[in-house]
């Protein structure tokens, strides 16, 4: 179980021969320390948190009152700069929890 101090989901789009692939992954952060999730495979909410179960099956509790605007400095500069160093056929764009829920929905 994983509890970020602040957080961000992201829509990863890349283009590849067989087409379109899309994920929705978790971007974590503690103080001074980050961590991308695998890629999420449900959403829930239990009052305080969303929780959000990962592809490799770890679990992140992401609490309600805590999103990307609390990241620390350092944090914030890690995600900025794989925003900027993306390849040509990868799109990555920051959603919002309502937004990455259906996502899922729509992949089922």
Known sequence: MT????W??????S???EGI???IKV?????????LNSGCTKIGDDGVYWVVTGESGST???R???TRATASAYAESVLCSIL???PENVKIEKISVEEAIKELEEKK
């Open 84 to 86: 900027d160093n993306l």
């Open 64 to 66: 309600k009152d805590s």
């Open 27 to 35: 971007y974590a952060s503690w103080y001074d320390s980050w961590r």
């Open 8 to 13: 961000q989901f992201l829509k990863i789009t």
């Open 60 to 62: 992140y509790y992401l």
């Open 15 to 17: 283009e590849t021969k």
């Open 3 to 6: 509890y970020p101090t602040a």
């Open 21 to 23: 692939d899309t994920l």
